[in-house]
């Protein structure tokens, strides 16, 4: 493989930072909506969007309008939002990939130029909606090679890194496999492997669930999960499947035709019924379910998140047991 220019980030290695305990609501921008009033978020966001606006050639309407937002080293956070709201085109500015109509995009406090693209590109990795895309080497473990390849890595180093990567996202035994002849599920392992391999401290991933099973979304959040609890790098996804924000996200951020509606905690963004309605969401089937059982007399809180909804069902199972008088 030569080491031509690469799509996905060349550069040298970015060290990941320690992993920081996360906090929700940061600092919101000028047009961001409801917040959940938690406290802010200190010192320098390792990404940030001030004033961002992209207009495509042939459309009159911008594709963002005025976006404002901060995103802290170690959080998990879902962009949410109906097809079409914008979430593509604002992940495609974040390491660089689209230049914006105006405002600016700053990674680890820098603005992105031309002059710094490649750093910005080896601290943000981008995994695209369609692996297709993406993953293009006739074999497995040339495609996660590639990244490394092209940031000058020793030939050990770059090894290294490739079984760590396949290991990693359960790919092991992969290598030799050609990705067209992998299911979609794989074909997005592979892809995110690519990028895993290359080390960037933020991962911003596209639609990561979109056309998989749901065996398969649910082994994609599992590892995106774990690679943010573990390696302690920064996840970003986009989605408009409500039910993928219950299993993975600390905070929210609501896009709607081009424009920042809210930024928030799970809990508080699905509490909020003229939100949901404005952007065209709904609860999760999660919190639907709670709905469902408050309705039928059961003393139960509803909850967002899987985490505090096995905790209220916990809550609500011992609380019936002292009742019955079962130890």
Same mark, same amino acid.
């Given at each position: 493989m030569s080491k031509s220019t690469s799509p996905r980030n060349p550069g040298k290695r970015a060290d990941l930072p320690e992993q920081t305990e996360s906090k929700n609501s940061p600092e919101t921008g000028k !047009?961001? =909506?409801?917040?959940?009033?938690?406290? /802010?978020?200190?010192?320098?966001?390792? #990404? %940030?969007?001030?004033? &961002?606006?992209?207009?495509?050639?042939?459309?009159?309407?911008?594709a963002l309008d005025r976006i404002n937002l901060k995103v802290y080293s170690g959080e998990r956070v879902a962009v949410l939002g109906a097809n079409g709201a914008g979430k593509s085109t604002l992940f495609k500015h974040l390491n660089g990939i689209l230049r914006p109509?105006?405002?600016?995009?700053?990674v680890k406090g820098e603005k992105i130029t031309k002059k710094n693209v490649r750093m910005c590109r080896e601290t943000v990795g981008i995994v695209f909606q369609d692996p297709d895309d993406q993953v293009l080497a006739p074999s497995v473990e040339e495609d996660v090679?590639?990244?490394?390849? !092209?940031? =000058?890595?020793?030939?050990?180093?770059? /090894?290294?890194?490739?079984?760590?990567? #396949? %290991?990693?996202?359960? &790919?092991?035994?992969?290598?030799?496999?050609?990705p067209h002849h992998l299911s979609g599920?794989?074909?997005k392992?592979?892809?995110?492997?690519?990028?895993?391999?290359?080390?960037?401290?933020?991962?911003v991933l596209d639609e990561p669930t979109a056309g998989l099973d749901p065996l398969s979304s649910s082994r994609v959040l599992e590892l995106i999960t774990k690679m943010n609890r573990e390696l302690g790098i920064t996840m970003l996804l986009s989605?408009?499947?409500?039910?993928?924000?219950?299993y993975f996200a600390e905070r929210v951020f609501v896009l709607h035709h081009g424009k920042l509606e809210a930024d928030g905690t799970p809990e508080a963004i699905f509490n909020d019924p003229e939100l949901l309605r404005k952007a065209h969401l709904r609860l999760p089937r999660v919190a639907e379910?709670?709905?469902?059982l408050q309705q039928e007399g059961v003393d139960v809180n509803i909850q967002i998140?899987?985490?505090?909804?096995?905790?209220?069902?916990?809550?609500?199972?011992?609380?019936?047991?002292?009742?019955?008088?079962?130890?």
């Open positions: !047009n961001s =909506g409801k917040t959940d009033g938690s406290s /802010e978020r200190t010192g320098t966001p390792i #990404l %940030e969007v001030k004033d &961002l606006c992209h207009r495509y050639p042939h459309l009159e309407a911008n109509l105006s405002g600016e995009v700053l090679a590639f990244g490394p390849i !092209n940031m =000058g890595l020793s030939r050990e180093e770059v /090894e290294k890194r490739v079984k760590e990567a #396949l %290991e990693m996202v359960g &790919l092991k035994g992969f290598e030799e496999r050609a599920g794989q074909k392992l592979v892809a995110i492997a690519g990028i895993l391999a290359m080390r960037p401290e933020v991962i989605t408009h499947d409500v039910d993928v924000v219950p379910v709670f709905e469902m998140t899987a985490e505090t909804a096995r905790d209220e069902i916990l809550r609500v199972i011992g609380s019936a047991h002292q009742k019955a008088g079962i130890k």
